[in-house]
């Protein structure tokens, strides 16, 4: 069964440094998600994207973030200057046009220090 | 804008016994309504789901039932094993291309 794939698993960063994860979708899936979960707290919705454009960004999802789809088969976000508060897990998820599930990937740990 | 709330935050129960968690949701938009079973450190995993055109929907152990009018719905496990020992999130959106807005989980214990 096709999966949803991230890498790196954990990253750690200083505070004030680029990070960028990246995901690949299942590979005839049209929308893609960045999710993320600060420990022992629920998922958040960051950001949706479709047509190779922002379908929906959150108030977390502020100048610092963006998101990218280089090619065909990569989706990946890019933290400009990270903050101790952007620790996190973050998960990438992909959605077909035949169901509602979005499928998550096994998520980035993301430490700033 | 969207909020979903989930009930209880922690449930601890009984091998063998029955588990309900509940949510509410605020938008009468929301047409779908995911649960996602999530171990430490891992991803949600979809268990089961319902569209807001179905009241009732079971999957074995697993049943989940909608309310539209209240805006409510409710997990159900039924025979707990200790594999179900996790935390269960709920979760609503409204379109299929739509983020989906997570409840804030419940810790599921299952003793033995």
């Known amino acids: 069964e096709p999966e949803v794939t991230q890498t790196p698993s954990h990253q750690v960063t200083q505070m004030g440094q680029e990070v960028i994860l990246r995901c690949v979708p299942i590979s005839n899936h049209l929308y893609f998600y960045w999710y993320r979960q600060i420990l022992g707290q629920k998922v958040e919705f960051l950001v949706s994207?479709?047509?190779?454009?922002?379908?929906?960004k959150s108030e977390i999802f502020d100048d610092q973030f963006s998101v990218e789809r280089p090619d065909g088969s990569n989706f990946t976000l890019k933290i400009r200057s990270t903050k101790l508060e952007d620790s996190a897990m973050y998960f990438c998820?992909?959605?077909?046009?035949?169901?509602?599930?979005?499928?998550f990937g096994p998520g980035t740990r993301l430490t700033v220090t | 804008g969207e909020n979903v709330e989930q009930h209880p935050s922690t449930l601890s129960v009984q091998e063998g016994d029955s588990a309900v968690i509940k949510c509410t949701y605020s938008d009468s938009a929301s047409n779908y309504f995911p649960w996602y079973k999530q171990e430490l450190g891992k991803r949600p995993q979809l268990i089961i789901d319902?569209?807001?055109?179905?009241g009732e929907k079971k999957d074995q152990r697993i049943a989940v039932t909608l309310n539209k009018t209240a805006k409510h719905f409710s997990l159900h496990i039924t025979e707990t094993q200790p594999e179900d020992s996790a935390v269960y999130f709920c979760a609503a959106t409204m379109n299929r291309d739509d983020k989906i807005i997570f409840g804030k989980g419940t810790r599921l214990h299952i003793l033995p």
């Open positions: 319902i569209r807001s055109n179905v």
């Open positions: 998820a992909s959605g077909g046009t035949t169901s509602y599930e979005q499928y």
């Open positions: 994207f479709y047509n190779n454009e922002i379908s929906e």
